[in-house]
């Protein structure tokens, strides 16, 4: 079965330390992943998806098919990098179906 | 930069009675899809649409859920007679293409609270 799982509800890290939000997944086939971010009082919108190996807001992703993870990493965090982060799953075998994880809330403190 | 929108904002309603949540996708956009997120806990997938018919549905979209596009721009989520467990925010999506390759664009919600 499909399943996304993100072991920690909240992070918090001094702003210009690095953060890791971690991300694990099951999925019987190659699956995509995704970043979704929540800034307060702002809807879901997607940070980054494995397939596009983009660097955004200096957040990187590597899909990890052996450790089947996918850890959202910045070296540096920012004040404005507070935000609540969904990993996300989907692929052909799961057709037109997405999979979030719980979310994890990060806290970056100045 | 146009956007997915959702109304209203907040329902309120009592148990048994039927809602109608809405949305308006973004226009070019030919994947529609509803999740719900229930207070404290993750968003969960709901129903996907394509080409006027329902793609993908999760076991929480029972047959007190339907969704219709009952007009070219539209897209509707009914619950049929609501129930306590029923109460969550509900997010309206929309996609170009299919959502492994295509960017997901959410609407901001509409929290239903059932008393």
């Known amino acids: 079965a499909q399943r996304v799982t993100q072991p920690e509800k909240l992070l918090s890290v001094f702003k210009g330390a690095p953060v890791e939000l971690k991300c694990n997944y099951s999925y019987s086939g190659s699956p995509e992943l995704f970043w979704y971010v929540q800034y307060s009082r702002q809807r879901l919108q997607l940070l980054l998806r494995h397939i596009s190996r983009e660097s955004i807001k200096g957040f990187t992703a590597d899909l990890n098919k052996g450790e089947t993870s996918f850890h959202l990493k910045k070296p540096f965090a920012q004040e404005e990098d507070s935000a609540m982060y969904y990993c996300?799953?989907?692929?052909?075998?799961?057709?037109?179906?997405?999979?979030f994880g719980t979310g994890t809330s990060l806290t970056v403190i100045p | 930069e146009p956007e997915v929108t959702q109304t209203p904002s907040h329902q309120v309603t009592q148990m048994g009675q039927e809602v109608i949540l809405r949305c308006v996708p973004i226009s070019n956009h030919l994947y529609f899809y509803w999740y719900r997120q229930i207070l404290g806990q993750k968003v969960e997938f709901l129903v996907s649409f394509y080409n006027n018919e329902i793609s993908e549905k999760s076991e929480i979209f029972d047959d007190q859920f339907s969704v219709e596009r009952p007009d070219g721009s539209n897209f509707t989520l009914k619950i049929r007679s609501t129930k306590l467990e029923d109460s969550a925010m509900y997010f309206c999506?929309?996609?170009?293409?299919?959502?492994?390759?295509?960017?997901?664009?959410f609407g901001p919600g509409t929290r239903l609270t059932v008393t």
């Open positions: 999506a929309s996609s170009e293409g299919r959502p492994d390759s295509y960017e997901q664009y």
């Open positions: 996300a799953l989907s692929g052909q075998n799961t057709g037109n179906q997405f999979y």
